[in-house]
């Protein structure tokens, strides 16, 4: 029900967009967010959006470089990535909370819905 696409092979400094498009059902009332994971690592919080797009919450590590947004007309939520560093390197997962509160808005547990994520590569 959440297609992540946009990944890619992006240079140090670089920037890639992402999108995840929703189906099947209408995702406009819920709050989305992004989430990414490196090998060997734990899956860790980027980024999340109010329904209404209203409130935008970050992790310091991408506040400043990362842009979170929606279209709710196209059922579909971004994240633009700017200043991409090697750090940045994951397969990054898009996911949908299951009711309108944005509480622990950083904890995946909390999201009910998941994209299948797409990778995103970075050279130094």
């Known amino acids: 029900q959440l297609q992540a696409s946009g990944g890619g092979l992006v240079q140090a400094g670089g920037s890639l967009r992402l999108s995840c498009a929703a189906s099947?059902?209408?995702?406009?009332?819920?709050?989305m967010g992004w989430f990414r994971q490196a090998p060997g690592k734990e899956r860790e919080f980027v980024a999340a959006?109010?329904?209404?797009?209203?409130?935008?919450y970050y992790a310091d590590s991408v506040k400043g470089r990362f842009t979170i947004s929606r279209d709710n007309a196209k059922n579909t939520v971004y994240l633009q990535m700017n200043g991409l560093k090697p750090e940045d390197t994951a397969v990054y997962y898009c996911?949908?909370?299951?009711?309108?509160?944005?509480?622990?808005?950083?904890?995946?547990?909390?999201?009910?819905?998941w994209g299948q994520g797409t990778q995103v590569t970075v050279s130094s």
């Open positions: 996911a949908a909370r299951g009711g309108t509160t944005m509480a622990y808005y950083g904890e995946s547990r909390r999201y009910d819905y």
């Open positions: 099947g059902r209408t995702f406009s009332t819920l709050p």
């Open positions: 959006i109010k329904w209404s797009g209203s409130n935008t």
